[in-house]
């Protein structure tokens, strides 16, 4: 799986920093706007948590993030590295936002909650592609091109195409 790593690289994606490290410094995230993935290294199976770090969904009337854990492993595609595929405006900005919502805080943006039911969560490694085209195209694209090569799934987090 870290051959992933080398393919991204060369695709021109940076970063690649744990969730852990990044939550502790979001400076390093470039301002710009770009697509990001989570990836998940491990090969072996992830535990799923019946209750994530994820806060809740808007602060009026929240919504509970989490989901069963029967739903977490359907969603699961095994042996596969890339987790989640995200975009925004400004990566900084995005990114900062998801990982205080993965501390528990609250949260405007619905999408990659199921990250945060993975128990390794914070072992996650994090990269992103800076671009001036839009990003919802690039990532609209990405997610087709992993759905292509996953028998129509999209990956874990990933809830909408």
Known sequence: MNDVIQILKKDGFEGFISVENLMKNHKIIPAYSGVYLFLRLNDSEPEFLERG?????????????????????????????????????????????????????????????????????????????????????????MIAKFKEEHGGRRPFANLID
Request: hydrophobic share 35%; net charge positive; proline share 3%.
């Open 53 to 141: 770090t994820g806060g809740f969904f808007k602060r009026k009337t929240p919504k509970n993030p989490n989901v069963s854990v029967a739903e977490l492993r359907d969603n699961w595609i095994s042996n596969e590295a890339i987790v989640y595929i995200g975009k925004g405006k400004s990566l900084k900005t995005r990114l900062s936002s998801y990982l205080r919502f993965g501390e528990g805080e609250f949260a405007t943006h619905w999408g990659g909650r199921y990250i945060w039911q993975l128990k390794d969560s914070r072992e996650l490694i994090v990269c992103w592609k800076t671009m001036n085209e839009d990003p919802r195209v690039v990532e609209e694209k």
